[in-house]
């Protein structure tokens, strides 16, 4: 199984989505958090304390705090808290329809409630349905791993180096159709057009265009980002950044943007702010450093949070070699 740098891919998902990055943003340690409580042997929510008069009181219990820190990083984080239209880990979907992080920090609460919630979650995770989904979430990202690592090792086998560009249709949602609808809908209409930009791409040989790749992505705005990633050869270090004809960029313009509310733009790859530089030379030292970042983004991410549960966010659509 592929592994990632844990900081490079919580600024990764925060970039992504046009969130600040930080502790109670990071869904890896919400996911951790969850598998400590699917294995906690001592789940009572109130434990009594006797105070030096004799008189009992009810305290909560550690599992308790914890619970409550769990259920506050749920309600605070906007990729889990139902204010964007992603797919999570099996994990985390199945704590989140427990409907606990749907409680108000002054609602009074039945600890019996609490309690029979987490036994269920607890036994949900040990069934066969839980186990199938989960391999199931990790097979998608792994397929994409293998793809990506398959497709860079032939890249930089029959080239010196790389710059990536980035074409970016920026479309917002329909507020007014179902949440999952929406994205289904949109990425259905980003497919039926990739065949003909890619034509629109590569129609220049001059460009030197050596593969397409395209990664989709859901922001804070609401809006569905699909963005087609340009391989272009670069011999040297100090070759001149640019592409020589980009009068592709008017043709998919012309294409969608008449027709649509959605926008497209070109620019040199910086996925977000997440990339320091959209060039890669074979022999630079920095070289496997940059493309395990590169990976982070658009595969890495894949495997805590997506469009689809079932499909990945990161394709290849085109390779020269």
Known sequence: MTTYNVLHLNVAIACMHGIPAGASKCILSLQQKLKRITSCSSIEMLKSITDKDGIQHARPTKFALNLSETIGLVQQNPLVNGQMRISLPPLIEGFKRLGLPYFGVDQPINPNFFQNAIKHFQLNTQTRAFDEAKQAWLEVSEHSAKGFDKAIKTLLKNVKGIDLYELIICTPLNPHLIAGLSVTNQTQYSHSLDKEIIQLICKNEMN???AVMCKSEINM????????????????????IGIIDNSFVNEVQNLIEPYSNSRVYFQPCNLNGFMATHRFMKNDPQCKAQIKRLKTYLVGTDTLVRLHSDQPSFRILYTKF
């Open 208 to 210: 030197a265009v050596c």
């Open 221 to 240: 705005h609401q809006h569905y980002v699909y963005r087609y990633i340009m391989a272009v050869q670069c011999e040297y270090v100090d070759d001149p």
